[in-house]
């Protein structure tokens, strides 16, 4: 039996009891969100958007900005508008049309209550080709493994309209032809707003703990290369929306390449590579767009300023000196202004600047040069030094104390002839070359380059099916021309090519070979077998794989005189080509040879060659490629 017991209760206390439970209720009813209806999705046509409020009371507030129409204070924010279902009212906003990619953010307001925030993202003209690739981390530092998790990616939206990037997948495509590596695909929902940025990294926990207040997405699959890397998203047709190209070679910029820069002595350096410019004829593949980061980790998320760092370049140089001199380097300031480089570093290392730091009170006068050498290195304590074999030359821009601001100006260099300095141009796309000088300058003008006795003149690298590939040379002097040392007859003269360039000859030519002047060496693939070509001509046999069918470097090496076994070459030419503007297409696939326009300039300039006729002039003279010279003196 169950034994209950009495308690007494008065009426007073009843009454305050309900009292309280009524206050309590009236408390609490929460706010209902506003229904939106449609609801979000991909818009075919203009859709009238309505809004309902279910609540007995209080008023629906929106937005189409993405802001939340609550303010921070929890009034209304400044732009948020009263919606009503009337047409004809002044007082509040009619039903929305969305004829455009927009975000709907909406309230129910009653008195000072607010209810849940409703979002509804409504997609329409998805164009992709507003969305860039605008930032990115590929190699933050060579130190400890856990530095690959610093790795980022920045999109920004250009257009007007928000994006719907859902199922959208990030590839990296390292060279063309190749498998596309997938890296991230965007989850549903995923939007970016007109003129906002989505970034995405490579571990989460890392990137928060380096940038707290940047959202983003988490989880890339995969590194990204640190040398080179392709990089394009993946539209919904499976279309390319987006794309961008980066490299660690001159001429894209050095300090985003972070390898080596982790040193114990040394702080982390971790610049990213950041857009240049956004303007639609802007070549996302192309070095011009691209410069390093305006500080250490970039700017993930945000607009980044342009440190306007004075663009000084090195202008001559000299790395084998004999006799009574002595190895120099020659700095240019192009601008009209003097510039103060205290803390600036010069190095003979691409991946490691802090060499030699430019003392207090160092300043390049406006359209001067300032010249330094071997005993200004040994005065400062530097490791500084520039080795006669072939090296680098690198000018990294930084604080008066020594940090890196993010610029850097550079080359890289081969062997050369004793007391023989190199002076900078620059080619019609903006690349600095450098070529040995005719005669010193330093502090000066340079004087021009120094003639070339023999050239790549012309170049088949794509025939029809009917032609084979060729590399004609031309001996350009007015005597025959030995294509050996004269003390050494072993030593003789070589070729190199293929996609990259090569130090050392993949060919070297026999025993006793003379070029006869105004005459022409043909040199054919091996598997092409016999060919016909005027009998002035010699031919000879090289690799296969020396002709490149879609892109290549092509040079002549000379060998310097040596006592030791081991054999130095010098570059006496170099000819680059590709199958893609702004060289002449012409040459890619159709049966015409490349020909050589200026024979007084370097072979590294799209405007200095141009398609001739289908099957090539193997061994024949145009007579008219003297027509210009596409160099600009870069700082002369």
């Known amino acids: 039996m169950v034994h209950f017991r009495k308690v007494a209760v008065s009426w007073t206390t009843l009454f305050l009891v309900n009292l309280c439970l009524v206050a309590l209720s009236l408390h609490s009813s929460a706010l209902e969100p506003p229904g939106v209806f449609p609801e979000s999705g991909e818009l075919v046509a203009p859709t009238l958007v309505k809004l309902r409020n279910s609540n007995p009371s209080g008023a629906i507030f929106y937005t189409t900005d993405g802001a939340d129409p609550r303010g921070e204070d929890g009034s209304v924010r400044s732009g948020a508008q009263v919606y009503s279902d009337s047409f004809e009212s002044h007082d509040f906003g009619g039903p929305l049309s969305a004829n455009r990619s927009m975000v709907v953010q909406c309230r129910v307001k009653s008195g000072e209550d607010w209810s849940e925030l409703k979002t509804a993202t409504f997609i329409a003209d998805q164009d992709f080709s507003k969305l860039l690739v605008t930032e990115i981390m590929f190699h933050p530092t060579n130190g400890p493994p856990e530095s690959e998790y610093e790795e980022f990616i920045e999109f920004k939206n250009t257009g007007e309209v928000a994006l719907n990037l859902s199922g959208l997948r990030i590839v990296d495509v390292t060279e063309e032809g190749t498998d596309a590596y997938l890296k991230f695909t965007f989850p549903a929902g995923a939007v970016v707003s007109p003129g906002g940025f989505v970034v995405v990294a490579a571990n989460a926990d890392k990137f928060q703990s380096l940038y707290p207040d940047v959202p983003f997405h988490g989880g890339m699959a995969s590194r990204f290369n640190n040398q080179i890397g392709r990089i394009a998203l993946i539209g919904p047709d499976g279309g390319i929306a987006t794309q961008m190209r980066y490299e660690t070679h001159y001429p894209w910029p050095a300090v985003p390449d972070n390898h080596g820069y982790f040193k114990k002595r040394k702080p982390k350096v971790g610049f990213s590579l950041t857009r240049r410019s ?155 070359y450098f070529q040995p000088e005719f005669s010193e300058s330093f502090g000066l003008k340079n004087f021009g380059a120094s003639f070339i006795p023999l050239l790549i003149s012309e170049v088949m690298y794509h025939p029809d099916v009917e032609g084979f590939q060729y590399l004609e040379l031309h001996n350009q002097s007015k005597d025959p021309l030995s294509l050996w040392l004269p003390d050494t007859p072993t030593r003789t003269w070589g070729l190199s090519g293929g996609t990259v360039g090569q130090k050392v000859p993949q060919f070297l030519f026999p025993e006793g070979t003379t070029v006869l002047p105004d005459a022409y060496l043909i040199c054919v693939p091996e598997s092409a077998g016999s060919v016909v070509v005027p009998d002035h001509a010699q031919v000879f046999h090289i690799p296969d794989d020396l002709i490149s069918t879609k892109q290549g470097v092509l040079r002549i090496h000379r060998p310097l005189a040596s006592k030791g076994e081991k054999i130095r070459y010098v570059t006496v030419d170099e000819a680059i080509y590709q199958n893609r503007l702004p060289w002449d297409v012409g040459a890619g696939g159709g049966g015409q040879g490349l020909e050589r326009m200026n024979t007084s300039a370097f072979g590294v300039d799209p405007l200095n060659w141009r398609a001739g006729p289908v099957g090539g002039t193997p061994g024949r003279s145009l007579g008219d490629r003297l027509l210009r010279h596409p160099f600009k003196g870069g700082d002369k």
């Open 278 to 432: 956004l303007e639609p004829g802007a070549d996302p593949e192309h070095f011009s767009t691209w410069r390093a980061s305006a500080a250490r980790l970039g700017s993930p998320g945000k607009e980044e300023g342009d440190p306007k760092i004075p663009p000084l370049v090195i202008s001559e140089f000299r790395s084998r000196s004999a006799g009574q001199l002595v190895d120099r380097v020659e700095i240019y300031n192009p601008t009209s202004a003097a510039v103060s480089i205290t803390g600036w570093w010069l190095s003979y290392k691409r991946s490691r600047p802090y060499k030699h730091k430019f003392p207090e009170n160092t300043v390049v006068p406006a359209k001067g040069y300032l010249v330094v050498d071997e005993v200004d290195f040994c005065a400062a304590g530097s490791e500084m030094a520039l080795s006669s074999k072939g090296d680098r030359c690198y000018l990294f821009s930084a604080t008066p104390g020594g940090e890196l601001t993010g610029y850097s100006h550079g080359v890289r260099f081969e062997g050369s002839d004793e007391n023989v300095s190199f002076g900078r141009s620059r080619t019609s796309e903006g690349v600095d």
